[in-house]
């Protein structure tokens, strides 16, 4: 007989307003990034807008899974871009850069709600790093996780759609469908993400789900929390669920960023500093580039 465990409590992550950089935006965000490394952005508070999001999902092709996109230069793909969408290069271009510009205001908000030091740079000290004066390891990957189709012998706890796993960088935008749940983190147990929050009516486009990447943890001593997700069928879902997709916009330094400590009595004051939790101390300074081929290393098992 299978047993039946009671649902998860859904994890009840904020829903900011990002549409003043000001300090008590600031501080909201700080609060929930280190307190679940994940927080929603309220889409309507962004310059990205619903229908610009709509036409990305509408323009996904027939590929499979996963498609990436690095960065463009002149609205030109530096990598090489399916057929299908080689008419939508300027478009995939423009979007990229949207997503690049919010993440950029969301880090001028965590270095002000980090209080740091003015003459250090202060609310510009983690955007002026990630300024796209050379390449980066900034990502948009399109993603689809096809239905299961009853007759494969669909297992729920087996048949888990994207493994449990951090994300990299600084920052992840994620973008999620009306109706599509299976996000899901592991905070006290694996809490399922809502596509809208209880506070976002479903009539309103689904907030942006921003949450924070290995790197700037590690960039913080561990303040800001990179936490373990993973995407399921939901157990709400008929058997094998329906498709879903998702749009992830992967932000990350320059890769010739250093990550040196960063300048914030905030942070000394909560005996935070960088690499604390990984090393154990304050060891070599290493590059976004470094930090990156780290994990890829770590995951993939490769030598670095
Ligand atoms: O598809 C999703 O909702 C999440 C994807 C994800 O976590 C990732 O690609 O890193
Ligand atoms: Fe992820």
Known sequence: MATESAPAATAQIPVINVSQIDAETADRLVDAAATFGFVFVELESTDIDYN?????????????????????????????????????????????????NLCV?????????????????????????????????????????????AEAG???????????????????????????????ILSKGWQPVPVHPESVDTSRPPPILVNIGDLLSYWTGGYLKSTIHRVVVPPSASIGGEDRYSMAFFCHPVDTALLVPVPSGFLRERGKKRGAMETGGEGKIITAAEHLKGRLAATYGWKK
Not at 55 to 73: I, V, W
């Open 154 to 184: 669909y297992v729920p706890e087996k048949d888990i759609r994207a493994g449990a796993h951090s994300d990299y960088g600084s920052i992840t935008l994620l973008f999620q469908r009306p109706g599509q749940e299976g996000l899901e």
């Open 52 to 100: 610009s999001v709509q036409h990305m999902f509408d323009l996904r092709g027939d590929f499979k899974e996963a498609l990436n996109f690095g960065e463009f230069k002149d609205g030109k793909a530096q990598q090489t871009v399916p057929d299908s969408l080689l008419d939508d290069e300027a478009y995939l271009s423009g979007f990229f850069d949207s997503c690049h």
């Open 105 to 149: 205001r969301i880090l001028q908000l965590f270095a002000m709600g980090l209080k740091i030091d003015e003459d250090a740079g202060g609310k510009d000290w983690f955007s002026s790093r990630h300024d796209k004066s050379g390449p980066s390891g900034s990502i948009m990957r399109l993603l689809h996780y096809p239905i299961i189709p």
